[in-house]
């Protein structure tokens, strides 16, 4: 692989799920994207989703696929909906049912993003929102969380991730280290600071659990936390990626950012010193669903790779473990 071609492994872009539009086209082509989030709603059923992803597959070098995810949570957070694909009920609901009967459901749903050519799902949310809190906007707010204790949240995290592990879905636990306590959603408001988690809060442990359980994709949040490293965005904090997720909970899979292309949380840093500091931070893999910002990832990531030895290692060591992955997944031949 050329040095831009490992950089495209480090970062997952735009497809909306309607269907493949020209910068994604762009992206994969002259970016070399290695993973596609299918973004945006849709009621067209698995026949259709199944079009959408050969046509990305086709896109990309026959011995390295793509990583093709969504947000198949349930509740207000199901992407994909229509026929082949089951009304999957939202995580507060799925957190009333056993774990075993939810590891059961799990595998339903992953085999219905299986069979519509979708290998990576952006769940289970590890959350916790604790008991008695009243908004709280990206998780609590939307009915994400599967319980208000990180044990029933440890519980049901670990048996969705189990179940679509069952159907061969790679599963994401997020949002690392929690935005169960924040009173912003950072998609939309900047400045969401989290004054409560510290580095071995005891609402780690769902994600110490699904680390545990091997889950493969651990998506880090936006959020500022002022307990461990005040001031610092989780993605571009070293204590957070590399001391906390890689050292303290023993991580080694891939880890991937929340979006940082249309987050309000991180909109004044340009955007390809985004990418640059999730890198540096520790991070192997940075979303956007702003298709915009792909280029100035790539071309950063490029430049500064070329002039340093010491994050061309980093990117190295970033693509290789994308690609680990992968190959654990049967997307890579020779």
């Not at 349930?74 to 909906?81: A, D, F, N, P, Y």
């Not at 949380?265 to 520790?282: S, T």
Request: with cysteine.
């Amino acid at each position: 692989m050329s040095l831009a071609q490992r950089v495209g492994q480090l970062l997952m872009v735009d497809c909306p799920s309607a269907g493949v539009s020209s910068s994604t086209i762009d992206s994969i082509r002259t970016y070399h994207a290695g993973s596609v989030i299918l973004d945006g709603n849709n009621t067209q059923g698995v026949t259709h989703i199944r079009g959408v992803t050969r046509q990305l597959q086709e896109l990309a070098p026959a011995h390295v696929r793509l990583f093709i995810a969504t947000d198949q949570e349930g509740g207000l957070v199901q992407r994909l909906k229509g026929p082949g694909f089951a009304t999957i009920p939202s995580a507060v609901e799925q957190g009333q049912q056993t774990p075993s009967a939810v590891r059961s459901f799990a595998r339903e749903w992953g085999s219905e993003l299986r069979s519509a050519g979708v290998n990576l799902d952006l769940a289970p949310v590890l959350d916790t929102v604790p008991p008695g809190n009243q908004s709280n906007p990206p998780i609590g707010d939307l009915d994400r969380e599967y319980g208000r204790t990180p044990r029933r949240v440890s519980s049901i995290g670990v048996a969705v991730a189990n179940g679509l592990a069952d159907a061969r879905i790679a599963s994401t636990a997020k949002h690392f280290p929690g935005l169960g306590r924040v009173a912003g959603n950072t998609d939309t408001t900047s400045g969401v600071t989290d004054t409560v988690t510290t580095r071995h809060d005891a609402y780690l442990q769902p994600f110490a659990a699904a680390v545990r359980a091997g889950v493969p994709f651990v998506m880090v949040s936006t959020a500022d936390y002022s307990r461990i490293d005040p001031g610092t965005p989780a993605i571009f904090s070293r204590t957070i990626v590399s001391g906390m997720l890689r050292g303290d909970l023993g991580f080694r899979g891939v880890i991937v950012t929340d979006d940082i292309g249309a987050a309000a949380q991180v909109a004044n840093v340009p955007p390809g010193l985004r990418a640059v500091r999730f890198i540096q931070a520790g991070g192997t893999m940075a979303l956007t669903v702003s298709p915009s910002t792909v280029a100035p990832m790539a071309t950063r990531l490029l430049e500064r790779a070329q002039r340093n030895t010491a994050f061309r290692n980093m990117v190295n060591a970033a693509a290789l473990t994308v690609l680990r992955a992968k190959a654990a997944r049967g997307l890579l031949s020779s």
